[in-house]
């Protein structure tokens, strides 16, 4: 069974820079591993992952390419960078995970999540 921690949310001001964390333990072969965020009061959405096989990174349109995602060889650490953010990327964002498919957008495709990290962007 895999267990998914992330690690890195902090408070940063409009327009900086932060690395999220998603540190996975288990059996991770043929895992597909993903962000989603969740802003107060909204529901939760999908901000990108990769799959399994290396397929991707893939990302929510709305980013305009400012995030990235990247996975170690192992498969064990996913990161998020995220540039430039903005107030309202105020979010928890959590790590979920899926034994092989895609990083797809649906939050009911993953069967792993992790607790979240909470990123606060002050203006």
């Known amino acids: 069974q895999v267990q998914l921690a992330e690690s890195g949310g902090g408070s940063v001001q409009a327009g900086d820079s932060l690395t999220l964390s998603c540190a996975a333990t288990g059996s991770t072969v043929r895992y597909t591993m993903a962000w989603f965020r969740q802003a107060p009061g909204k529901e939760r959405i999908f901000v990108g992952g990769?799959?399994?096989?290396?397929?991707?990174?893939n990302y929510a349109d709305s980013l305009s390419g400012r995030f990235e995602i990247s996975r170690d060889n192992n498969r064990e650490t996913l990161v998020l960078q995220m540039n430039n953010l903005n107030h309202e990327e105020k979010a928890v964002y959590c790590c979920?995970?899926?034994?092989?498919?895609?990083?797809?957008?649906?939050?009911?495709?993953?069967?792993?999540w992790g607790e979240g990290t909470q990123v606060v962007v002050t203006s």
């Open positions: 979920a995970g899926r034994s092989g498919g895609t990083a797809t957008p649906q939050t009911y495709d993953y069967s792993c």
């Open positions: 990769i799959s399994w096989d290396g397929n991707g990174p």
